[in-house]
């Protein structure tokens, strides 16, 4: 993997989990405003649209579709997914971090299972630019 597309996958990782926290703790916020209501209303929706936490969620999760797309024009599909789900670890641990959530340890070993297995698919490389470089010789 080249230090480019390991970037923009730490970005991608990065503001994929900073933005569902940002989303998660103003959407929690919207719902304490109103406990009664227990569905969608065009209150909650005046709420969210006014959130300064849900927009910052909705602009990084935003930046990581863009960057989420661009490694895919760098690296294969079945290497990018991957690792991308290292961002599973990441949300775990900022929503135990800043959301207060409760995260049994069951919830952490598997969080670890996912981890081991970014790790060894990480340890195959990208196989697209492998391919690139056979064929320019």
Not at 36 to 61: C, K, R
Request: proline residues 4%.
């Amino acid at each position: 993997m080249g230090l480019k597309t390991a970037i923009v996958l730490t970005l991608a990782i990065l503001a994929q989990a900073i933005g569902n926290t940002c989303l998660s703790k103003g959407m929690k916020f919207i719902a304490s405003l109103s406990p009664a209501e227990d569905g969608f209303s065009l209150m909650m929706l005046v709420h969210a649209m006014e959130n300064p936490l849900i927009w910052l969620g909705t602009i990084l999760l935003i930046l990581f579709f863009i960057f989420f797309a661009v490694s895919l024009s760098w690296a294969d599909l079945s290497f990018v997914l991957p690792v991308i789900s290292f961002g599973y670890i990441v949300n775990v641990a900022l929503a135990y971090q800043f959301l207060d959530e409760p995260v049994s340890p069951k919830r952490w070993l598997g969080t670890a299972f996912i981890f081991l297995g970014v790790v060894l698919v990480s340890k195959t490389g990208a196989g697209r630019t492998a391919v690139k470089e056979v064929n320019a010789q």
